[in-house]
C-alpha cells in the first residue's frame, strides 16, 4: 500500500462516518476539490458545505478501493467503487476514480470523475 491509498481510505473512512472535521483533517487548509460534473472547490469551508451536499442526497456510503495508479506519494490515481443509499433508503452504485495530488502529508487537489449513480436491483 501506498501513502496515497492510506490517505484516501482514511478520508473514505471518515466520510463514511459523517466524520467532516476527520475529513478535512486530510486536506490542506486551501486545498481544491474537483467534483464530477461540477464546479472546482477550494477550502476548508467549500469543502465541507460540498460534502454536506452530498449527504443530504446520499446520507449513506460505502466505499471500497479497487486499484491505484502513480507513485503514491506525491500523486496517484485511485479508482474505487460505492454504493450509496438515498434518503428514501433506494441503494446506488458507480465507479471512478479520483487523481491526487499530495502535499505535505495532505491532499493538496482531488479530483473525482465518477459515472452517474445506477439503481441496485434486487434478484428475484
Not at 451536499?53 to 474505487?80: H, K
Amino acid at each position: 500500500m501506498s501513502f496515497a491509498r492510506d490517505l484516501q481510505a482514511s478520508v473514505w473512512e471518515a466520510e463514511c462516518r459523517h466524520d467532516l472535521d476527520g475529513l478535512l483533517s486530510h486536506f490542506l487548509v486551501d486545498a481544491t476539490f474537483h467534483a464530477s460534473g461540477q464546479t472546482a472547490v477550494r477550502g476548508h469551508a467549500a469543502i465541507r458545505e460540498l460534502t454536506e451536499d452530498f449527504y443530504r442526497s446520499f446520507p449513506e456510503l460505502e466505499v471500497e478501493i479497487l486499484n491505484e495508479y502513480g507513485d503514491g506519494q506525491t500523486s496517484a490515481v485511485i479508482e474505487f467503487r460505492a454504493r450509496l443509499t438515498d434518503p428514501d433508503g433506494r441503494r446506488f452504485a458507480l465507479q471512478g476514480v479520483n487523481l491526487v495530488e499530495i502535499v505535505d502529508g495532505k491532499f493538496k487537489t482531488v479530483r473525482s470523475y465518477e459515472e452517474s449513480p445506477a439503481p441496485i436491483v434486487a434478484a428475484d
